[in-house]
């Protein structure tokens, strides 16, 4: 739910928060003079794109093989290429607000990048609920697994989701516009945007990761039950092989909670630590003013939060490392596969 906001406020000189003084050329001015620990953490993010963009790759191919290419792993190929455009996209935007390379100040960029820039944040989470809410048929019905738990099925789903993130982004081309050399809102839908970007991103970043709460909660609950009564019937007996996908399922889905929320609380906090539109601002003021202190304060805890936040963009591959046995062998075969290709290419070089 950060997303908009991080967006509106770094990237344009016009936040909706914030009103700079003649006395500094943009916020980000503001910023950079009086919290300079806010472009650290920023920075710092490069970490997360280092590690972020091979790991989603190697994710994506490995869920696509054929031990793994079910259903379940069709959700997670998807989520991968979704963290990765995002990661992308974020490159776009950090060079722009950090590194001050003027790469959104563009004709037709302006308009569209924040399309797809929200498009892929609300991908996201609604991929993850499309697979919880798979992963409770197949416990909670499962004979309704056949139907409904295919790889078809999830094909289907995946497409639909994607278009419909894309159709609900699509209106954030008209709140932009590029005019004289720069992307700056729309002030004439300032309340629109602001009423808009409300209602997606509570439903996005808020309501659904409730609902995902909600499923795992019957999931864990459904499982425990099961395996009472079984062991009640039969005696203990090894688990079965379905298990496993499904931890890998309530983790990755419990973090996409865990990450997310915190970032939604801050949003909504956010109202609390405006400033006044002041004509003129030193540096002497916004340093003893405590309206102003406090909002700095907020911003700084903020992008920790959004840097928190964001990191499930990144480390899902660590997820199903640590959880999924099946991922873990597939991995094993593929780097035993590219080391003997390395060698025979070498040894054919040296012949």
């Given at each position: 739910m950060n997303?908009?906001?991080?967006?509106?406020?770094?990237?344009?000189?016009?936040?909706?928060?914030?009103?700079?003084?003649?006395a500094y050329?943009?916020?980000?001015?503001?910023?950079?003079?009086?919290?300079?620990?806010?472009y650290?953490i920023?920075?710092?993010?490069?970490?997360?794109y280092i590690?972020?963009?091979?790991?989603?790759v190697?994710?994506?191919?490995l869920?696509?093989?054929?031990?793994?290419?079910?259903?379940?792993?069709?959700?997670?190929?998807?989520?991968?290429?979704?963290d990765?455009?995002?990661?992308a996209?974020?490159?776009?935007?950090?060079?722009q607000n950090?590194?001050?390379?003027?790469?959104?100040?563009?004709?037709?960029?302006?308009e569209?990048?924040?399309?797809?820039?929200?498009?892929?944040q609300?991908?996201?989470?609604?991929?993850t609920?499309?697979f919880?809410?798979?992963?409770y048929i197949?416990?909670?019905?499962p004979?309704?697994?056949?139907e409904?738990?295919?790889?078809?099925?999830?094909?289907l789903?995946?497409?639909?989701?994607?278009?419909?993130?894309?159709?609900?982004?699509?209106?954030?081309?008209y709140f932009?516009?590029?005019i004289?050399?720069v992307?700056e809102l729309?002030?004439?839908?300032?309340?629109?945007?602001?009423?808009?970007?409300?209602?997606t991103?509570s439903?996005?970043?808020?309501?659904?990761?409730?609902?995902?709460?909600?499923?795992?909660i019957?999931?864990i609950y459904?499982?425990?039950?099961t395996?009472?009564r079984?062991?009640?019937?039969?005696?203990?007996?090894?688990?079965?092989?379905?298990?496993?996908?499904?931890?890998?399922?309530?983790?990755?889905?419990?973090?996409?909670?865990?990450?997310?929320?915190?970032?939604?609380?801050?949003?909504?906090?956010?109202d609390?630590?405006?400033?006044?539109?002041?004509?003129?601002?030193?540096?002497?003021f916004?340093?003893?003013?405590?309206?102003?202190q406090r909002?700095?304060?907020?911003?700084?805890a903020?992008?920790?939060?959004y840097?928190?936040?964001?990191?499930?963009?990144?480390?899902n591959?660590?997820?199903?490392?640590?959880?999924?046995?099946?991922?873990?062998r597939?991995?094993?075969?593929l780097?035993?596969?590219?080391?003997?290709s390395?060698?025979?290419?070498?040894?054919?070089?040296?012949?």
């Amino acid at each position: 739910m950060n997303t908009t906001e991080e967006f509106n406020v770094s990237f344009m000189t016009t936040s909706s928060t914030v009103q700079p003084s003649p006395a500094y050329s943009s916020i980000i001015d503001i910023y950079e003079h009086h919290i300079p620990v806010l472009y650290v953490i920023s920075k710092s993010k490069i970490l997360l794109y280092i590690f972020g963009f091979p790991a989603n790759v190697l994710s994506c191919i490995l869920w696509l093989r054929s031990p793994l290419r079910h259903s379940s792993g069709c959700y997670f190929a998807a989520l991968a290429v979704s963290d990765d455009i995002f990661l992308a996209l974020s490159v776009v935007l950090e060079l722009q607000n950090t590194w001050k390379i003027d790469t959104l100040n563009l004709p037709i960029v302006c308009e569209m990048f924040p399309v797809f820039y929200l498009a892929v944040q609300y991908l996201s989470p609604l991929l993850t609920l499309a697979f919880t809410v798979e992963r409770y048929i197949s416990i909670r019905f499962p004979l309704k697994r056949r139907e409904f738990c295919t790889v078809k099925r999830a094909k289907l789903v995946i497409f639909c989701l994607s278009v419909f993130v894309v159709l609900v982004s699509l209106i954030q081309s008209y709140f932009w516009k590029y005019i004289h050399g720069v992307c700056e809102l729309r002030e004439e839908v300032n309340d629109f945007r602001t009423n808009w970007n409300w209602v997606t991103e509570s439903t996005m970043f808020i309501i659904v990761p409730f609902l995902i709460l909600i499923f795992n909660i019957i999931v864990i609950y459904t499982m425990r039950q099961t395996k009472k009564r079984v062991k009640k019937l039969y005696g203990p007996i090894p688990p079965r092989k379905r298990t496993a996908n499904t931890n890998t399922l309530l983790v990755v889905s419990f973090y996409l909670i865990i990450t997310t929320l915190p970032v939604s609380v801050t949003y909504i906090l956010s109202d609390h630590f405006l400033v006044c539109c002041l004509k003129q601002l030193s540096y002497e003021f916004i340093e003893n003013n405590s309206v102003w202190q406090r909002h700095l304060n907020f911003t700084v805890a903020r992008e920790i939060v959004y840097l928190f936040g964001i990191s499930h963009y990144a480390f899902n591959f660590i997820l199903y490392l640590s959880t999924g046995r099946k991922f873990r062998r597939e991995l094993k075969k593929l780097f035993r596969k590219l080391t003997k290709s390395c060698s025979k290419s070498c040894s054919s070089r040296d012949s």
